[in-house]
Nanobody
Framework: QVQLVESGGGLVQAGGSLRLSCLASGRTISTYTTGWFRQAPGKEREFVAAITWRNSGDTNYADSVKGRFTISRDNAKNTVYLQMNSLNPEDTAVYYC?????????????????WGRGTQVTVSS
């Protein structure tokens, strides 16, 4: 069992940056593929980015965030990060961290077993 806690959300102006953190406890994050998802009001939860457990740290990004967001992992700190640059109002959502034991950098929420409670990101125009 792994517990996930997100932090780093907040209010930022369009064009700004935020870095989200996902701290894992209970198990070492190095054996889990970890993903970020987001959900805006009235919309379904959507994939943002994922990074595999492998040493190579293979990554996968949604088209809407490619070139702006970067997912990374610090195994020593048991933490996964999401660096978000060039934010726009369409990025406003609750951002969730999720984990699955092993596997590839899936973009399907159903393939993840563990979820955090989310952190709010609001981008003003």
């Amino acid at each position: 069992q792994v517990q996930l806690v997100e932090s780093g959300g907040g209010l930022v102006q369009a064009g700004g940056s935020l870095r989200l953190s996902c701290l894992a406890s209970g198990r070492t994050i190095s054996t889990y593929t970890t993903g970020w998802f987001r959900q805006a009001p009235g919309k379904e939860r959507e994939f943002v980015a994922a990074i595999t457990w492998r040493n190579s740290g293979d990554t996968n990004y949604a088209d809407s965030v490619k070139g702006r967001f970067t997912i990374s992992r610090d195994n020593a700190k048991n933490t996964v990060y999401l660096q978000m640059n060039s934010l726009n109002p369409e990025d406003t959502a609750v951002y969730y961290c999720a984990a699955r034991a092993g596997g590839g950098a899936s973009g399907l929420p159903i393939t993840y077993n563990y979820w955090g409670r989310g952190t709010q990101v609001t981008v003003s125009s």
